[in-house]
């Protein structure tokens, strides 16, 4: 089946999922040394985000080598093991920082599962109803390097967080000592969560908490991604009458028996389904335009 490059991921298994980033460069650099890619086959999602040593374009180069490398090895179906191998081989470590000089972060989802492998990256965070759901971590030694290995059943409500370090460092040496540290990242996101809170909005408000820990700057590239797994919702629209007069109370019976949101689009469409339902419908002043005719409404409905 063909692959396809993306930069979200918009369902895991039969959940639907609300996807929000938050990408920050660090201070006078152009270009942000942390990426991230997605790619999708068929059913499966490999997400990987890589952070490069450093800053700028060179940091840069190094994360979307890692990134891209990893992503299509293991969306080719190569073993996982064996992908993260061959990466983390090929990935020396500064003599002077005794660093790697890519870290990175593999999400793999197959069905309802995930399997994370975290490699010198702040551990993902799981938020269930809330709170954080402490997962099991395997360890796997390549050579001098340590990857955590988890697999996690992602459920309606879950909140999956995947960062940089320049989250949990950000802060030192001015308003935290040693940085703000991932236990804190973890309160901060109970804290702050709610039911209804979307993706995005968790992902900013982690990235703007990073930015006030540093006062106002970005001492390292800063990246958050949130995976919200959410309740499937259904809409129907119905875009136009059907061809044969005759067929219209059948029709509009149908489409109103269907579960879920519904739309009408079209002024035609409108006015006959406005006839159907015994409801008489106006235009919205100077909602329209000679190319876009008005909004219609009914009763507090909007057409």
């Keep these: 089946m063909e692959q396809k490059t993306d930069k979200t991921i918009q369902a895991i298994g039969e959940i639907p999922v609300g996807f ?6 660090k201070k006078k650099e152009k270009i942000c040394g942390d990426y991230y890619t997605v790619i999708h086959d068929g059913d499966s999602s490999v997400l990987v985000l890589s952070d490069g040593l450093g800053s700028g374009v060179k940091a840069n180069i190094l994360a979307t080598l890692t990134a891209r490398m990893l992503s299509i090895m293991i969306a080719r179906k190569a073993d996982i093991r064996t992908a993260v191998k061959a990466v983390a081989d090929t990935l020396p470590v500064c003599s002077v920082r005794n660093l790697a000089y890519a870290t990175f972060t ?8 995930i399997c994370l492998l975290q490699y010198d990256n702040p551990d993902a ?3 269930r109803n809330g709170k954080s759901v402490d997962y099991y971590r395997d360890t796997l030694i390549f050579g001098e390097k340590e990857i955590h290995q988890s697999y996690l059943q992602f459920q309606e409500g879950d909140m999956l967080l ?3 370090d320049g989250v949990t460092n950000a802060g030192m040496g001015k308003t935290t000592y040693g940085g703000w540290g991932r236990e804190e990242v973890v309160r901060y996101c109970e804290q702050r969560y709610r039911e209804d809170m979307s993706a995005q909005e968790m992902a900013s408000a982690i990235g703007n908490a990073g930015l ?29 009458p059907p061809a044969d007069r005759e067929d219209d109370r059948s029709y509009f019976e149908t489409f109103f028996q269907k579960e879920g949101m519904r739309v009408v689009c079209g002024g035609t469409t409108a006015k006959l389904v406005a006839d159907y339902m015994g409801k008489k419908i106006i235009s919205l002043p100077e909602s329209g335009t000679e190319e876009v005719p008005a909004c219609l409404r009914s009763r507090g ?3």
């Excluded at 929000?20 to 460069?25: A, I, P, R, W």
């Excluded at 593999?106 to 599962?113: K, M, T």
């Excluded at 006030?212 to 875009?239: F, P």
């Design 125 to 127: 965070i799981l938020l």
């Design 162 to 164: 995947l960062m940089s």
């Design 106 to 113: 593999v999400l793999v989802a197959e069905g309802n599962e």
């Design 301 to 303: 409905l909007i057409w």
């Design 20 to 25: 929000g980033k938050v990408s920050l460069n």
């Design 212 to 240: 006030d820990l540093n006062l106002d700057e970005t001492d390292d590239d800063l990246t958050v991604l949130a995976l919200k797994g959410m309740k499937r919702k259904v809409v129907n629209i119905c875009v136009g």
